[in-house]
C-alpha cells in the first residue's frame, strides 16, 4: 500500500514563510518524518509538493490508479478548488485533509474547505505534527479501519 502526501502552493517555503503561524520546520523535515514513519507503518509514500492546481489533480489521478491512500494539504486551494474536489470525489481510497494552522482560528475566507466535502477526517493546528497523524490514520484505513 501507498500513500501519497500531496502539499499545495507555498508550502514549499515551509520554515522561511510566515513562521510564526506555520513554524520553522521545512517541508524536507516532514518528508524525513513521514518516510520514517511510514517505514514503521509499512506503507510506501509519495511525498509531493506542487504550486500548480493541474499537476496536484494529476497526481489524485495517479492514486486512483494505484489503489493508494491520500493526505492533502491543498493550502490555499483548500478553499478554491472545485477541481481537486471533483479529481478527489473519482478517488475512492482513503483521504485526510491536514492543515499546519487552526484555519477555524483565522480569516473567514479560511474557514470553508472543498476538499472537507470528500475527505473522511480533517486534522487543522496541530503544526507539522498533523502529517504524521494524518498518515496514520490512512494506514489504519487502508487497513480496514472502520470509517
Ligand atoms: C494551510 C492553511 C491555508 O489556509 C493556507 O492557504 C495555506 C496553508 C495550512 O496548512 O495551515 O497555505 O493549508
Do not use: M
Amino acid at each position: 500500500n501507498t500513500v501519497y502526501i500531496l502539499n499545495g502552493p507555498n508550502l514549499n517555503l515551509l520554515g522561511k514563510r510566515q513562521p510564526h503561524i506555520y513554524g520553522h520546520v521545512t517541508l524536507a523535515d516532514v518528508e524525513a518524518e513521514c518516510t520514517a514513519l511510514a517505514a514503521e507503518l509499512g506503507v510506501g509514500v509519495r511525498f509531493l509538493q506542487s504550486n500548480y492546481e493541474g499537476q496536484i489533480i494529476d497526481w489524485v489521478h495517479e492514486a486512483r490508479e494505484d489503489g493508494a491512500g491520500i493526505v492533502i494539504n491543498p493550502a490555499a486551494f483548500t478553499h478554491t478548488s472545485v477541481a481537486i474536489l471533483d479529481a478527489l470525489n473519482t478517488f475512492e481510497g482513503p483521504v485526510i485533509e491536514v492543515h499546519i494552522s487552526n484555519v477555524h482560528k483565522r480569516e473567514s475566507f479560511r474557514h470553508h474547505s472543498y476538499v472537507s466535502l470528500r475527505a473522511d477526517g480533517v486534522i487543522a493546528g496541530c503544526g507539522t505534527e498533523g502529517y504524521s497523524l494524518g498518515l496514520r490514520r490512512v494506514a489504519s484505513l487502508l487497513n480496514g479501519a472502520a470509517k
